[in-house]
């Protein structure tokens, strides 16, 4: 327990000062001195506002924000998944939730014209994740009582059907060579041009939807040694995994609208963490939230501190597989050695 | 006077056309000991799971208490009755302890954290199975009997008037099968409790239980004392065995001389028709 709240008090500190580097670093180095008095100065009349202000205010913090608000709910979704599935490979995709947040932005982009697409791509992505998370709850539910087993499969031939419905209007889109390109870009993840109305989306729902899953963090507990132990120390285990597929869902959605696809963030943090601080849900979700609201700002701040045109979903995919290869490996000599 | 303890009622269950339960009856009070044997698929498993409120009964009803399962949440339930199923799956690495505290789950509100009631429940628990020293153990690393002493101690931490447990001695060795009915006995005898377990071990079950049901093809056939229930034409007819109880000055001995062909001998492959 103690080594829990010591690595959850990390994680703060670690975000804390993450996020003080995000702000600070761009174009222009703005001194974390000066990111206090910029920011806490209340533009009194008359005064000029110091353009600082309007570089932080308008484009870093929302975008500082939204880096949080994505990769923590990729976190927590991505150990819960991986609690609900009893799976450590399991991640916040399993639902078909990413596949059909792609396959929603890039019908929204081919269908609006592009004006006001580009305010409604985060929407569209939004109805899709939700919709075909809906669709693979239908699917695995109707053999009998949705158990896990029926999800994950619904849920990968959901996500396979979605992820062939995005290649077909990408193929057709290709021919207008402007609305492809910008189909493209989505589908590598990133905070470009992200301001108030994302952060404003995304708030309540990853924060609420996080609160509702820490809530069913015994449970969580519970369904690691089985739905029949679960449902003999008193838990409606039919109901619970609604509820933790349903706020799932809706966090890993919320997500993947306000950042694109990011791989293996809902993967890695929650299996490094359930290394830290043990497999118990309690610690372990808002870990999460912490580990991945990190991690993706960290990744944020390396794409705009590297040379050329680095993409966030690019540079977490680069930097996780290898990582967690190494992971892998280095799991297997401990285990190794204490046989 | 208050109701008893467990009253099972004309109780059937079926999954879909295939009836694995007929009209099953029998009652328990406080301080005893049940065991129930049958062949494979007798409908052991499925009995259990609906005495301990898993499965909801067809026909009939299971009481506990006086109230009937169908009528109780599954917190409620879970307070009164503490199930161990025949497997628990353990992929994850929880400590001992962890696995024994989810008895406390339905006495726990949904963000409070265990009291000093719940810890002491938790040690006693581990006390009782002699298995305080797995409590920081990581699961995965035990081995399966030290494993299943957990998952007993976690019924016993559930605190329920009710033990279910299925085939919970299964692939343990004679000494830590004893040892961990021996445990279960004392919880049973110190009062205010019952066991009913499941047992593929005919001569365990006729040692240590205090009355014995005998189920085949989901009908109940016996529902008396060892010596009653496992009379040497039942062990012939339901079990197959040419086989006999023998009472000894300080208990009861199984003495098995073959298997014979009843019926529900297994049927060995045709030799001829492996290719």
């Known amino acids: ?339 | 006077m208050s109701p008893p303890l467990l009253e099972v009622r004309e109780l059937g269950f079926a999954y879909g056309a295939r009836i694995v339960l007929d009209a099953v009856g029998f009652g328990m009070d406080e301080g005893e000991l049940v065991g129930l044997v049958g062949p494979n698929a007798a409908g052991k498993s499925t009995l259990l799971e609906l005495v301990a409120g898993l499965r909801k009964p067809c026909r009939g009803s299971v009481r506990v208490q006086g109230a009937r399962t169908t009528d109780l949440g599954r917190r409620e339930l879970a307070r009164r009755v503490a199930f161990v199923p025949q497997s628990t799956p353990i992929d994850f690495e929880l400590t001992g302890r962890d696995l024994v505290a989810l008895g406390r789950l339905p006495w726990l509100g949904r963000f409070a954290r265990p009291g000093p009631a719940d810890e002491r429940a938790i040690d006693e628990a581990l006390e009782e199975l002699d298995a305080s020293a797995l409590a920081e153990r990581r699961v995965t690393e035990l081995s399966g009997g030290e494993r299943q002493r957990l998952v007993v101690a976690r019924a016993l931490a559930q605190g329920g008037a009710l033990l279910v447990l299925d085939e919970p001695t299964a692939g343990l060795d004679p000494a830590h099968a004893h040892a961990l009915l021996d445990a279960v006995e004392r919880r049973v005898r110190r009062g205010g409790a019952a066991a009913l377990v499941s047992l593929h071990d005919l001569a365990l079950a006729a040692q240590r239980c205090d009355r014995i049901l005998v189920l085949h093809r989901g009908r109940l056939l016996s529902d008396a004392s060892p010596i009653q229930s496992l009379s040497r034409e039942r062990l012939r007819d339901v079990f197959g065995l040419d086989a006999e109880l023998v009472e000894l000055r300080d208990g009861l001995a199984l003495l098995v001389r073959r298997a014979v062909g009843g019926p529900t001998r297994p049927r060995l492959p045709d030799p001829d028709a492996v290719r």
Not at chain 1, 105 to 117: E, Q, W
Not at chain 1, 207 to 223: E, I, K, M, Q, S
Request: hydrophobic share 60%; charged share 10%.
């Open chain 1, 1 to 339: 327990m103690r080594r829990g709240l010591v690595t959850l008090l990390l994680l703060a500190i670690a975000l804390l000062a993450l996020s003080v580097l995000s702000l600070a670093v761009g174009s222009v180095w703005i001194a974390p001195k000066r990111l206090l008095e910029v920011l806490w100065a209340a533009p009194s009349s008359g005064a000029a506002i110091p353009w600082e202000r309007v570089v932080l205010v308008e484009l870093r913090l929302p975008r500082a924000l939204l880096a949080m608000l994505a990769g923590g709910g990729l976190g927590i979704a991505g150990a819960v998944m991986q609690g609900l599935f009893r799976n450590p490979m399991a991640e916040p995709g399993v639902l078909g939730v990413s596949a059909g947040s792609a396959l929603g932005a890039v019908l929204t982009l081919y269908a609006l014209p592009s004006m006001l697409s580009a305010y409604l791509v985060p929407a569209g992505a939004f109805v899709g994740a939700i919709g075909c998370t809906a669709l693979v709850w239908l699917v695995g539910a109707r053999a009998g009582r949705a158990t896990t087993t029926s999800l994950l499969l619904a849920g990968l031939a959901v996500a396979a059907c979605a992820s062939a419905a995005t290649s077909f209007v990408l193929s057709v889109a290709l021919a207008e060579w402007e609305v492809g390109r910008q189909m493209l870009d989505w589908l590598m993840g990133g905070l470009e041009g992200r301001g108030w109305g994302s952060v404003a989306m995304a708030t309540p729902m990853v924060l609420g939807g996080a609160v509702a899953l820490v809530a069913h963090a015994r449970t969580l507990d519970a369904l690691l040694v089985g739905e029949t132990t679960a449902m003999a120390v008193g838990i409606d285990v039919v109901r619970a995994r609604r509820e933790l597929v349903g706020f799932g869902a809706l966090v890993t959605a919320a997500s993947v609208a306000s950042a694109g696809v990011i791989g293996f963030v809902g993967l890695i943090v929650p299996h490094v963490l359930r290394l830290l601080v043990g497999p118990r849900h309690r610690v372990l979700l808002p870990a999460s939230l912490l580990g991945g609201a990190a991690f993706v700002l960290a990744a944020d701040l390396a794409c705009r501190i590297a040379p050329g045109d680095l993409r966030l979903g690019v540079l977490s995919g680069m930097l996780g597989g290898p990582f967690f290869v190494a992971l892998l490996i280095r799991e297997r000599r401990r285990q190794e050695a204490t046989r």
